[in-house]
């Protein structure tokens, strides 16, 4: 969303690392994806519902992601402590 891509950028956040409720990231056989997501869409909750990746071996033990800017970048584990949820 734009409004999380905003704060991040003025406070120098990477999102991928922050506490998120509220959301799902679920792992499925390639064959029933298409079925998994349409589950998640029927509901009303699940509007937002996306595939965003596959599972390769490609790069075992490695995640890539795509930029926005059509590039590739390695996703590391995060290094020391994640930022607390406030609320």
Do not use: W
């Not at 998994?36 to 790069?59: E, F, M, Q, W, Y």
């Amino acid at each position: 969303r734009s409004e999380v891509k905003g704060f991040c950028e003025i406070l120098g956040l990477d999102p991928l690392y922050l506490a998120n409720e509220g959301k799902i990231v679920c792992v499925v056989p390639p064959e029933d994806a298409e079925t998994a997501l349409a589950a998640l869409k029927s509901h009303p909750l699940g509007k937002g519902a996306a595939r965003i990746g596959d599972v390769t071996d490609h790069r075992p033990g490695r995640v890539v992601m795509e930029t926005v800017f059509g590039g590739r970048r390695i996703v590391d584990m995060l290094v020391g402590e994640q930022l607390p949820r406030i609320c």
